[in-house]
């Protein structure tokens, strides 16, 4: 596997997504989980506990990419209640080598 420098592939908006479901009926929750596992912006997805049920990671080229993208692609998903968007300024550690 390589480690591709998303800038230099054009890719230079990192956005983190805090999303909200309906409800958490697991038939739902999986619903949603299958569909951004097949979004090719969704670099990586968490199911949290607290106050949004999912967590994203998007990588996409600039603020209208990312406009796009929630407009045609994410907001389509059934079952969201809530879409919270924060925009990364600035990488301060990135890894992905184990704390051993």
């Given at each position: 596997?390589?480690?591709?420098?998303?800038?230099?592939?054009?890719?230079?908006?990192?956005?983190?997504?805090?999303?909200?479901?309906?409800?958490?009926?697991?038939?739902?929750?999986?619903?949603?989980?299958?569909?951004?596992?097949?979004?090719?912006?969704?670099?990586?997805?968490?199911?949290t506990g607290g106050i949004f049920d999912v967590v994203l990671k998007v990588v996409v080229k600039d603020p209208d990419a990312y406009n796009d993208f929630v407009s045609g692609?994410?907001?389509?998903?059934?079952?969201?209640?809530?879409?919270?968007?924060?925009?990364?300024?600035?990488?301060?550690?990135?890894?992905?080598?184990?704390?051993?």
């Amino acid at each position: 596997m390589a480690i591709v420098d998303q800038k230099k592939v054009g890719l230079k908006f990192t956005v983190i997504v805090n999303v909200s479901l309906n409800s958490q009926r697991l038939e739902y929750v999986d619903e949603f989980l299958e569909k951004i596992s097949n979004l090719d912006e969704v670099m990586e997805a968490y199911v949290t506990g607290g106050i949004f049920d999912v967590v994203l990671k998007v990588v996409v080229k600039d603020p209208d990419a990312y406009n796009d993208f929630v407009s045609g692609k994410l907001s389509l998903i059934p079952h969201i209640s809530k879409i919270q968007s924060s925009f990364v300024m600035r990488y301060i550690k990135q890894t992905s080598a184990l704390p051993f």
